[in-house]
């Protein structure tokens, strides 16, 4: 059973009572609350965990004064306070990857769901604060929602994370946070924290994801498994596959 505090100054899920620790980090728009279904598996496979609204997303602080990686790097260590495996999906993942490079010691093992070094020649940032900021808010319904948002996995997750209010229906995260944060990813290619690495890693790709194949092919060091017919949010298109294969990782499979 997760239950719901403030750790760190986040607003975090938890759970298990012996074990391991397992920190979980959900990507840019996201929530802790999709990650749920992967943590009652390692919470059923014997581990405790950790799941963190990221700043700027979900029940932590909307629209918070620094989300520099840096930032980002700082809440997942005040979080663990003891050896832990990370596991992240994109921008929860390059976030996992720079802390396991910053303090190794802090880190078991690290899992990057559709995760990647970071870097871009275009301004992606930009248009990803242009479409979220062109929601046609507050939606009406879940239907509504569905409607602009397309039926995804991607979507649900969105809709059963929406504020309730009493105009309708709103997102918990504001687009200009969003292109902030994830800017720090888009500025630069983190290679150097890449080969830093001490601990094991595994990389989960889905077959119709965003990694570039060029990028993927230089990350020899990590474990790389491609699930069938997932894109890139892996954990929402193929949630039993991604929990068996992250349990069997931590578990020591």
């Known amino acids: 059973m997760l239950e719901r505090s403030v750790r760190a100054g986040l607003s975090v899920l938890h759970g298990g009572a012996a074990g391991e620790l397992v920190v979980l980090l959900h990507g840019l728009a996201g929530s802790a ?4 279904p992967l943590a009652e598996a390692l919470i059923a496979a014997g581990h405790r965990v950790v799941v963190p609204d990221q700043r700027g997303h979900g029940h ?10 840096a930032a980002y790097v700082g809440d997942v260590l005040a979080l663990t306070g003891e050896p832990a495996w990370l596991v992240g999906q994109s921008m929860g993942a390059h976030t996992a ?9 802090m880190v078991r093992g690290l899992v990057m769901i559709e995760g990647g070094v970071g ?4 301004d992606y940032p930009e248009r990803l604060r242009a479409w979220f900021a062109s929601w046609p808010l507050p939606f009406a319904d879940a239907d509504a929602a569905r409607a602009f948002l397309g039926e995804r996995t991607i979507t649900e997750a ?19 946070v969003m292109k902030a944060a994830i800017a720090g990813v888009a500025a630069e290619a983190r290679w150097t924290e890449w080969h ?15 990694i570039p194949a060029e990028e993927a092919g230089r990350m020899t060091a990590a474990r790389q498994v491609v699930v069938p017919g997932a894109g890139h949010d892996v954990h929402l298109d193929a949630p039993e596959e991604t929990a068996r294969l992250v ?4 578990s020591g499979g």
Do not use: C, K
């Not at 990857?97 to 010691?105: E, I, S, V």
């Not at 929406?162 to 105009?167: K, Q, S």
């Not at 830093?196 to 965003?210: F, M, N, R, Y």
């Open 33 to 36: 609350a999709e990650m749920a």
């Open 196 to 210: 830093s690495l001490t601990v094991p890693v595994l990389q989960i790709l889905g077959e119709h994801g965003s």
């Open 60 to 69: 932590s602080e909307r629209r918070p004064a620094e989300v520099s990686r």
């Open 247 to 250: 349990v069997d990782f931590v």
């Open 119 to 122: 870097g871009s020649t275009d």
């Open 97 to 105: 990857m720079l802390a396991a490079a910053a303090r190794p010691g």
């Open 158 to 176: 969105w809709i059963a994370d929406l504020d309730r209010r009493d105009d309708g229906l709103w997102p918990r995260f504001d687009p200009d």
